[in-house]
C-alpha cells in the first residue's frame, strides 16, 4: 500500500458546482496536511494546509483532516474555471521531514 | 516577490550524456528538494538537502546524483543520461520545518 492515495480524475464539473478532492494514506505519524494546485506547465503552490485533525476555511476553499480515519478532504465551492488544475495532497510528520505527495487530482470546471 | 529559479525550462540531451539541472532559491531557505514530475507516477523526491554540504537520498536516487555549495543554490546531476530518465524536473525550497515548499517553474528533460 502506498503512504497516500489520491484518485487521478480526470473530473470533470459544471461551473457553480461544489468539488470534493480527497487522498487517504496509511502513516499515522503524519501530522501536516496540504493541498498544493498546480496549473498546466507551472510548479505546485501552496493552497492550504492544517495541523492534525480538523477544518479550514479560505475563501471558497475548505480543507477537513481526519486522523481517525486516515482521510483529508479539499472542497471547492461555486468552482470557477479558473479552478481547473491539478490538486494534490501532501503530508508529512513533524519536525524538519519532507513532504509525501499524492499523485494529484486533475480537475476541470466547465463554462 | 519570492523565486526559484531553473537553469533551463527545456532540455534535450542524448544517452551517456553527463547533465547538470541548477536550482537558485533567493529566500534564504535551508532546504532545497529536486523531484521528477511523470504522468500516473506523480512527484517522485530525487534527493533533498538540509544545509550546505548536505544531502539525502529520497525515493528514487538511482542515477541522480546532486551537489550544495551554497546555500542558495542546489544542482542535479544525471552522470549518464538514459532515456528513462526523460521527465519533467522540478525543484523546490522552503523554510527548516516549513510546510510550504516554492516550486521552480520545472525542465523538461528530453534523452534522446
Known amino acids: 500500500q502506498k503512504e497516500v492515495e489520491q484518485d487521478p480524475g480526470p473530473l470533470s464539473v459544471p461551473e457553480g458546482a461544489i468539488v470534493s478532492l480527497n487522498c487517504t494514506y496509511s502513516?499515522?505519524?503524519?501530522?501536516?496536511f496540504m493541498w498544493y494546485r498546480q496549473y498546466s506547465r507551472k510548479g505546485p503552490e501552496l493552497l492550504m494546509y492544517t495541523y492534525s485533525s480538523g477544518n479550514k476555511e479560505d475563501g471558497r476553499f475548505t480543507a477537513q483532516v481526519d486522523k481517525s480515519s486516515k482521510y483529508i478532504s479539499l472542497f471547492i465551492r461555486d468552482s470557477q474555471p479558473s479552478d481547473s488544475a491539478t490538486y494534490l495532497c501532501?503530508?508529512?510528520?513533524?519536525?524538519?521531514?519532507?513532504?509525501?505527495f499524492g499523485k494529484g487530482t486533475r480537475l476541470s470546471v466547465i463554462a | 516577490d519570492v523565486k526559484v529559479t531553473q537553469s533551463s525550462r527545456y532540455l534535450v540531451k542524448r544517452t551517456g550524456e553527463k547533465v547538470f539541472l541548477e536550482c537558485v532559491q533567493d529566500m534564504d531557505h535551508e532546504n532545497m528538494f529536486w523531484y521528477r514530475q511523470d504522468p500516473g507516477l506523480g512527484l517522485r523526491l530525487i534527493y533533498f538537502?538540509?544545509?550546505?554540504?548536505?544531502?539525502e537520498k529520497g525515493d528514487i536516487p538511482e542515477g541522480y546524483s546532486v551537489s550544495r555549495e551554497k546555500k542558495e543554490r542546489f544542482s542535479l546531476i544525471l552522470e549518464s543520461a538514459s532515456t528513462n530518465q526523460t521527465s519533467m524536473y522540478l525543484c523546490a525550497s522552503s523554510a527548516h520545518s516549513g510546510n510550504e515548499q516554492y516550486f521552480g517553474p520545472g525542465t523538461r528533460l528530453t534523452v534522446t
Open positions: 502513516n499515522s505519524a503524519f501530522q501536516y
Open positions: 501532501a503530508m508529512r510528520r513533524t519536525g524538519n521531514t519532507p513532504l509525501v
Open positions: 538537502s538540509y544545509d550546505v554540504k548536505m544531502k
